[in-house]
């Protein structure tokens, strides 16, 4: 009996890249994690252990922070380069996918910048084959909330059931979204502004959407991104539910007319799906 290797790859995972733009006074920051994972003719490496086609890993860690000297631009263009290098360089490398998460810092001057704690990331992944070049993008951990304008009733019951029927809630998710682009020629400023839309296309979306299921709400954002970028054919959404609950104050003698809650942890209720164009 003899054992064939399947689908494989490798690379090196969270390379963690600050670079301080210093052209003028006014520095600017940007700060990634990137992913690499390259496949192709690997055999040798995995039945014998011979290792002549294979680029270290920490070479391609030393590859990022290198091409970072040029400037990185969009997180989109700058995967697609080092996806490309990695390909077009390497011999026995066919395809290489190259997944960067953008951590964002607000000004507060010059050269002085802060970070919050919601934990919101651009992200993006580059696969390129040698021949043709997918870029998907998005948004993770996106904090929304909205303190009233949601329902959650109608809905199926069996013997299980407890949950009851509300027609007030609070609606709390952290969205994470991820689309496909279809660009001819796309540049850095093509992706910052599609980005800019989609990201402003979300927010307005669940800020205007009176909600009677996060599912409704996941349709009503994917829609308004599909709407707000020609470019994109489809987008894939994954919405945990937050729960809110309203807690009892009535054991303490006072009443609580939807003014405190309990933020739940787990478990919690998770909401995915995909809207897309009728071509798609």
């Known amino acids: 009996m003899t054992f064939a290797m399947g689908p494989n ?3 090196k995972s969270g390379i963690r890249l600050v670079r301080v733009g210093r052209e003028s006074a006014r520095h ?35 590859t990022v922070y290198a091409f970072a000297r040029g400037g990185i631009g969009a ?31 607000t000004r507060i001057g010059d050269h002085s910048f802060t970070r919050g704690e919601g934990g919101e990331l651009r992200t993006t992944e580059a696969l390129y084959d040698g021949e043709t070049v997918r870029i998907r993008s998005g948004v993770r951990d996106l904090l929304l909330l ?6 959650f009733n109608g809905f199926l019951a069996d013997e299980y059931t407890t949950l009851p029927e509300t027609d007030d809630r609070i609606l709390a998710t952290a969205v994470t979204a991820t689309w496909d682009y279809q660009a001819e020629d796309p ?9 800019t839309k989609a990201r402003g296309a979300l927010l307005t979306a669940f800020a205007d959407t009176y909600s009677l299921s996060l599912q409704q ?18 987008v894939r959404l994954s919405l945990p539910n937050r729960h809110h609950y309203l807690f009892d104050l009535g ?15 787990l478990p919690y209720g998770l909401i995915e799906g995909t809207v897309r164009r009728e071509t798609a």
């Not at 380069?81 to 810092?105: C, Q």
């Not at 909205?146 to 329902?151: A, L």
């Open 9 to 11: 790859n490798y690379g």
């Open 28 to 62: 600017e920051l940007r700060d990634l994690t990137v992913h690499t994972a390259l496949s192709g003719d690997l055999d040798a490496t995995h039945y014998t252990g011979d290792n002549t086609g294979v680029l270290p890993t920490d070479s391609q860690k030393n």
């Open 75 to 105: 997180i989109e263009a700058f995967a697609e380069r080092l996806a490309r290098h990695f390909v077009d360089a390497t011999p026995s490398i066919t395809t290489a996918r190259v997944r960067i998460e953008e951590h964002g810092w």
């Open 146 to 151: 909205n303190t009233t304008d949601s329902e």
């Open 187 to 195: 540049d850095d400023a093509f992706y910052d502004h599609a980005f």
């Open 217 to 234: 709400t996941l349709h009503a954002v994917g829609e308004r991104i599909l709407k707000a970028i020609p470019e994109v054919a489809e």
């Open 251 to 265: 054991r303490f003698g006072l009443d609580n007319p939807g003014v405190v809650f309990q933020a739940g942890d």
